[in-house]
């Protein structure tokens, strides 16, 4: 087991790569009164194209399917697991984003028999055509229920403006359709190729003993048998670098307009350093731009150009990115014209060191009060160790970027061509 303590921070972290593949990292935190348990596969809704484990020929799963696994995962085939969780005095559950699934507890006791069926019952799946057939029906009414929400027409609606063809364009949960076309045997080619140990980490943090943790998860493990785990092969199209469609109205019935300006950011397949450089240095910028204690925020306020529901995030994944910045606005389309005026702008200034380093302070000093929630902690390592990161390299990192990196990235960041709006507007 390998030890890695992080002195500004006073964290250890313990991590160890079983023989199986699975990678486990363990965060002990004797202070914190409750436990956060995360096991997640690097296995998301864009992965609809694949060769399946153990053929040659590849093959595209109906759209939503990753989510429609994770659902039925929690179903077995005598007892529901949400239940096991709540007689253990934990708290369940899931989440399936564009590239990862991902399975969680927290609790304050029990918390070895948490984590035995947090990996037990990821790794058992049961799937029949009959709970199947009967999940289409419950996943197709929560797709209907988002169909019905501005605010997540008004996300999709700006991710389908900005990508063409890559799936990313795609609602996680699918279609009515498309989930209509789900069967037993399509989720388990799916449980089969992205569920291995070798393509999953399991995350631990809180109240435990970790040598005894660590010790529990292989004895685990080892009462397991799984076949040795093949090249994983996706495929995905080759997506243009402008956007979809630059401009788009959707009608809804709502009392005030919704304004979306998405930005597509440039992709390259990037990795470790390269990507967190550049994932930091965009999330950097678009705060300094948007953020509320800004000059640009307080322009568009004085102006009722926007309300309280404003809002900016920036997301870089493995294979494409994007930036969005909205709000409720009675103006949608002076709304979107100043906030793409200053976007276009940006390419034309010059940071000084002040600036910068009043910047990577903001960071700094962000990313620590987030560390205060396990929660933050779990998800977010995830999230980055996926791509190679270790959640505790990153303030390093800020630290030693340099006024030039922001500088350069900065003049290349924004192109009319990669910018689109959406508008939810009333019917």
């Known amino acids: 087991m390998n030890k890695q303590t992080y002195d500004y921070i006073d964290e250890t972290i313990y991590s160890e790569k079983l023989d199986n593949g699975l990678s486990v990292f363990l965060l002990p935190k004797p202070e914190m009164a409750k436990t956060y348990g995360i096991f997640s596969t690097d296995y998301g809704s864009i992965d609809q194209t694949f060769i399946p484990i153990g053929k040659e020929e590849k093959i595209t799963v109906p759209e939503g399917i990753a989510h429609f696994l994770e659902h039925k995962l929690f179903e077995k085939e ?10 253990q005095g934990a708290s369940a559950n899931a989440f399936t984003s564009f590239t990862k699934t991902a399975y969680l507890f927290s609790a304050t006791n029990q918390i070895e028999k948490n984590v035995e069926t947090l990996i037990n019952f990821v790794q058992e799946p049961y ?16 797709i209907k229920m988002y169909d019905d929400q501005p605010d997540w027409q008004s996300f999709m609606g700006t991710i389908k403006g900005l990508f063409k063809t890559h799936p990313v364009n795609m609602d996680i949960a699918g279609t009515v359709e498309s989930i209509s076309k789900i069967t037993k045997d399509d989720l388990y080619t799916c449980y089969n190729t992205f569920y291995h140990p070798e393509n999953m980490i399991l995350f631990i943090a809180g109240n435990f003993q970790p040598e005894k943790m660590m010790e529990f998860i292989k004895n685990n493990q080892a009462a397991k048998s799984f076949d040795k785990m093949e090249e994983l092969r996706r495929e995905y199209p080759e997506e243009p670098r402008e956007v979809a469609v630059k401009n788009h109205t959707i009608n809804m019935p709502l009392s005030v307009p919704k304004c979306t300006v998405g930005i597509k950011e440039s992709f390259e397949e990037l990795s470790g350093d390269a990507f967190l450089k550049k994932d930091l240095l965009q999330h950097m910028l678009i ?25 900016f995030e920036s997301t870089l994944d493995k294979n494409f990115g994007y930036s969005l910045i909205g709000s409720n606005t009675e103006q949608p389309e002076q709304f979107a014209k100043k906030v793409k005026e200053l976007l276009l702008s940006t390419n034309t200034i010059t940071f000084d060191e002040e600036t910068f380093n009043r910047m990577k302070r903001k960071k700094v000093g962000n990313l620590l009060r987030a560390m205060n929630s396990l929660e933050f902690i779990a998800n977010k390592f995830i999230h980055y160790q996926i791509a190679g990161i270790n959640l505790f390299d990153i303030i390093p990192t800020i630290q030693a970027l340099t006024l030039d990196d922001l500088n350069q990235f900065a003049a290349s960041w924004i192109e009319e061509d990669r910018l689109s709006v959406c508008t939810i507007a009333p019917e």
């Open 78 to 87: 005598d007892h529901d697991v949400f239940s096991d969780f709540g007689k």
């Open 127 to 142: 799937f029949s055509e009959k709970s199947v057939e009967k999940e289409k029906g419950i996943i197709g009414q929560e």
């Open 287 to 311: 705060d300094y731009f948007f953020s509320k204690g800004g000059a640009f925020y307080q322009e568009l306020y004085q102006q009722n150009l926007i309300d309280d529901s404003f809002y």
